[in-house]
């Protein structure tokens, strides 16, 4: 069998650690303030442009091997996609329900891929994303019965309507960032075949150009900022900045690990551990927290985890690596 190298080992290490360990403090963070969403994404753009600012960008002395005017363009979408992702927090939306979502981008890339780009896919790739279809309606049409029983403790107005209207406006948020997320893949696609992958600068330049805009956000964030100096403390900090920075780091480590693997693993690897991440994510996150979770959770997040393998093709990938091993023993 093909053996990892050590380098790609450390890289899916940084996103498992990077990744799962991100869940706990954004779980932390949700569980005392909803609506923190905006702080949070500011935290994560600010502290990963001032790496880049630093370790890529050296200062202001590396010129951008891509016009800058496509990064803007980029950076718009990602800016967006990101924003709605986190706000959505606020519309009763759960976190687990939230990363199923977010889980079931291949379906967003896939029709994407077919009216953008006229692609064309085998028939297993479709049964794939009617499972993950499924699944993820599964998930939804449950967390739906529990939106009554969830929010009403929660509910500021006590009215279940106005709380299914809410989730329904989150549910809406959620499938547009879904688009949008799949749309600035399909342009990145297009950007890197002309210009050469630059993953280092799109990831500087995707988290720094949006910085200005936090501006409009300012008194949400400013807000939350003064709410979170006024928490107890933990080693001797309010305890929701330690979170915001665990955070930020995890964050951080996870996007870098990702990074790794796309310069040392083929693109289904990537895919493939991506994949896994959010699955033992969620599973974490359930386990962890206590989040009410129902059989038809489970069902549906069998499907999306088992109908993802099937369009990465998780079979053929083993056929190929033992078929490999077979002729080197030969």
């Keep these: 069998m093909t053996m990892l190298q050590p380098k790609a080992i450390f890289a899916i290490v940084l996103v498992f650690i990077g990744c799962c360990s991100n ?12 609506s923190a969403g905006n702080i ?17 960008f050296k200062f202001g002395k590396t010129k951008p091997a891509i016009p800058i005017k496509h990064y803007v363009t980029q950076v718009a979408i990602f800016f967006i996609t990101s924003v709605v992702n986190n706000y959505a927090l606020n519309f009763n939306i ?6 199923i979502f977010r889980a079931g981008s291949l379906i967003a890339n896939m029709v994407l891929g077919v009216i953008i780009l006229k692609r064309k896919y085998k028939l297993s790739k479709y049964i794939a994303v009617l499972m993950i279809t499924v699944g993820i309606s599964t998930c939804t049409i449950a967390s739906a019965n529990q939106i009554g029983k969830e929010t009403q403790l929660k509910s500021e ?3 279940p309507w106005y709380d299914f209207v809410m ?58 900022s003064v709410m979170f100096s006024q928490t107890e403390p933990l080693f001797g900090y309010p305890k929701m900045w330690i979170y915001i920075l665990g955070n930020c780091i995890t964050q951080y480590l996870c996007i870098n690990g990702v990074f790794i693997l796309t310069t040392e693993c083929p693109s289904l690897i990537v895919t493939l551990v991506v994949t896994l991440r959010k699955f033992v994510s969620l599973l974490f996150s359930i386990l962890y927290f206590r989040n009410p979770f129902t059989i038809y959770h489970w069902m549906g997040t069998c499907l999306v985890f088992l109908g993802t393998l099937l369009f990465v093709d998780f079979v053929s990938m083993f056929k190929q690596i033992f078929s490999t091993e077979k002729q080197k023993t030969q």
């Design 157 to 159: 107005t006590g009215d």
């Design 40 to 56: 949070v994404t500011f935290s994560q753009f600010a502290f990963v442009a001032a790496e880049g600012f630093v370790n890529y």
């Design 23 to 34: 869940v706990v403090f954004l779980e932390l963070i949700i569980k005392e303030f909803p």
């Design 94 to 99: 759960p976190v687990p329900l939230h990363m």
């Design 167 to 224: 989730w329904l406006i989150g549910i809406g948020m959620l499938v547009f960032a879904l688009f949008m997320s799949a749309r600035m893949g399909i342009y990145q696609e297009v950007l890197y075949t002309k210009y050469g992958k630059q993953p280092k600068e799109a990831l500087f330049y995707s988290h720094a150009l949006p910085l200005p805009v936090f501006i409009f956000l300012a008194s949400d964030i400013y807000s939350h």
